[in-house]
Structures are given as structure tokens and as C-alpha cells.
Nanobody, 138 residues
């Protein structure tokens, strides 16, 4: 069983930056795709960014391209997969609950995944964190 835990949310003014971190433990070496989703009030949960753990291939929602960067950090605890989301030039519309997700399949094996344009359904992911709030004020 994989446990997923997020950290790093908070409040920031528009134009500012935040960094989210996610760790997957329990069976980390069976985790091949990790990513971030977000859900604002009244909105569906949407994919923000994915990373293929085995090869560093990344995918981004068009709304965050050039502002957000997803990366994996294997220098930390080797018993965990750690994925970070660096968010720069934040906008008010980025305000949402951000969730980290993980799956044993590679990103391109997820049934609803399309690379161009990037899209993926949240129901494809097996393991989820509890979420962390990001609030961007004007």
C-alpha cells in the first residue's frame, strides 16, 4: 500500500511563488507516475502536471506551462518517492486545493491520458494525498 503525503501549501499574493512537496512511501518502487491535481470551489479536479518516475518525462496543463515545474528528488529518503511542484508567477485563478496522486502504471499507460494537449482524468490514479490549500490573492 502506498501512502501519499503533501506539504507546502499556503497563501501568497499574485505574482509570488510557492513550492509543494509530495512523498510516496510504503511501496515507492512500484510508483511509476506521480502528479498534481487541483480542485477549486465548484470545479472538477483537473490535472496540473505529471512526471514519469522512471524517465523524468513531464506533462503540464496549458494553463501552468512556463510557470510551474514538476520534478522528482531521489536524493532524499531512498524509501520514498518525492515529487515537488515549483509554482511561480502565481495567479488568483491558481487558487485551489492541490492534491498529489500516484500510480503503479507509467503515465502513458493511464487510460484517459493524452499528452498533446495534456489531459488526464483523476479517476485513473490509485493513490491520493489529503490535499494542501493554495490561496493566491490579488
Amino acid at each position: 500500500l502506498v501512502q501519499v503525503v503533501e506539504s507546502g501549501g499556503g497563501s501568497v499574493q499574485a505574482g509570488g511563488s510557492l513550492r509543494l512537496s509530495c512523498s510516496a512511501s510504503g511501496a515507492p518502487y512500484s510508483t511509476n507516475c506521480m502528479g498534481w491535481f487541483r480542485q477549486g470551489p465548484g470545479n472538477e479536479r483537473e490535472g496540473v502536471a505529471l512526471i514519469y518516475i522512471g524517465g523524468d518525462r513531464t506533462y503540464y496543463n496549458d494553463s501552468v506551462k512556463g510557470r510551474f515545474t514538476i520534478s522528482q528528488d531521489n536524493t532524499k529518503n531512498p524509501r520514498k518517492r518525492t515529487v515537488d511542484l515549483q509554482m511561480n508567477s502565481l495567479k488568483v485563478e491558481d487558487t485551489a486545493m492541490y492534491y498529489c496522486a500516484a500510480d503503479v502504471r507509467s503515465c502513458t499507460e493511464l487510460p484517459s491520458m493524452t499528452a498533446t494537449p495534456f489531459s488526464v482524468g483523476y479517476t485513473d490514479f490509485t493513490y491520493w494525498g489529503q490535499g494542501t490549500q493554495v490561496t493566491v490573492s490579488s
